[in-house]
């Protein structure tokens, strides 16, 4: 019966670790959302709506370049040096240094 009574124990043990990591997951998630929120409107503050369907464009091709480029308006913005909206041609113009060229393969034959 020892047994029984320390198995049970093992078992709530258990249980407990599951559930205060399931409530830290949930409270890193919630947090997530909510820094993605504040992303979100700040992004919106600082760019035209055309910019930000240029970015969302990006965004469903190469979302890792779409994530450079809101880090990136977001620091600047934070650091003061950008002084207007950014337009649809000035997110092109960041677009384009970013995204890496495109390589020309060549094949030869021998």
């Known amino acids: 019966m020892p047994e029984d009574e320390e198995l049970e124990a093992i078992r709530r043990k258990k249980l407990?670790?599951?559930?205060s990591d399931y409530a830290q997951q949930q409270?890193?998630?919630?947090?997530?959302?909510?820094?993605?929120?504040?992303?979100?409107?700040?992004?919106?503050?600082?760019?035209?709506?055309?910019?930000?369907?240029?970015?969302?464009?990006?965004?469903l091709s190469r979302p890792d370049v779409a994530g450079m480029v809101e880090d990136q308006i977001i620091s600047l913005a934070a650091s003061g040096r950008l002084d207007r909206q950014i337009d649809d041609e000035?997110?092109?113009?960041?677009?384009?240094?970013?995204?890496?060229?495109?390589?020309e393969i060549k094949i030869e034959r021998r």
């Open 16 to 19: 407990q670790e599951m559930q």
């Open 27 to 59: 409270a890193g998630a919630e947090q997530q959302r909510q820094l993605e929120a504040q992303k979100q409107t700040l992004l919106r503050q600082i760019t035209t709506p055309e910019a930000r369907e240029r970015l969302g464009r990006v965004r």
């Open 90 to 103: 000035l997110m092109r113009i960041l677009l384009e240094k970013l995204i890496p060229k495109k390589r």
